[in-house]
């Protein structure tokens, strides 16, 4: 079918809440994608983190077909042989005590919210209906009605009221506005590491740990969403690792699919998480058998096959190398292991307009509030492919003057 064919189908038929570039993808093998032309891109996209493996990795591909042909889906409504393993392996990596599987990440950071506000009334006393929880300007956790409720961006909210109460925003990065803001209704901190969303957003130094050490002497949760700063993209298994922080609540998404399918943990200690009794939560295909193995083999090639250590030191050469870049246009780089921000003038280039060019030198990417480009390739990037993604974009900024 041809491109036209295509985009004209998608327009027609398709609702639009999205803006895709001008080209059609039938296949990825890597860090690489192809066009319905054979022509080859290197994604610098890697799907928001959910190929953080790569496309198509082998052995994630092998354990999907294997389940496949057992037993797919047979919801929480029995036992399966898929679940205990993958919830395990992904509470001994993080030190949680007990995980709840969903699917997508916004999900996991609903369970988040409802394990917060019923904790907050079983063990604080409060009222139901009376906690808040403080959540970031700039955030970006989902487009839930109640997630976009604490949006701080009008266009993610308009149309939607009414809206869900019971948030309270302060700006990110400023423990003081933080601390002012803690309240006796006060349940939960909710926060990102870093805010992708925002633009590669990283906090000051020592803020996570500061937010940790309040939230313990408030006797307050701290949740923290690691649905894409999580899973070895910064260079550390989580974000909060970085400053050594354990949080209360943690959500994980997007790479723990390992590029195949959507899954997701809120993962918690033991009284947070004990909140939910039979009832009070679920999902008809979260925690699925096909699901947990995949997410399973997700977390066994993350650490067998090095992919933290990967992104660490191919993620700092990468940043170097694009921090050394100079273009008038260009304002700043910035970011952690291979979660990396270009930001741009708006005056002299749309953000949008620099994916188009770069699209043309051969890598794929996606802007972000018309001024950030994303730089967040597969941790499976080899150096040379660092080569090849700083050229894509030394080749697109010189085709801006």
Known sequence: MSFAKVMELEDRYGASNYAPLDITLVRGEGCHVYDEQGRSYLDLMSAYSALSHGHAHPRIVAAACDQLHKLSVCSRAFYCGTLGPFLARACELTGMDKALPMNSGAEAVETALKAARKWAMLERGMADGEAQIIVMEGNFHGRTISIISFSSENAYRRGFAPLTDGFVSVPYGDIDALRQAINPRTAAVLLEPIQGEAGIRLPPPGWLAQVRELCTQKKILMLVDEIQTGLGRTGDLLACDHEQVKPDGLMLGKALGGGLLPVSLFLARKDLMDVFTPGDHGSTFGGNPLAARVGLEALNVLMEEHLIDRARQHGALLLAGLKSLRHPALRDVRGRGLFIGMEFDPAQVSARHFCQ?????????????????????????????????????????????
């Open 357 to 401: 060019l770069l699209q043309k030198e051969g890598a794929l990417s996606k802007d972000t509030h018309g001024t950030v480009v994303r730089i967040c390739p597969p941790l499976t990037l080899s150096e040379e492919e660092v080569g090849q993604a700083q050229g894509c974009i030394e080749r697109a900024l010189a085709a801006l003057r």
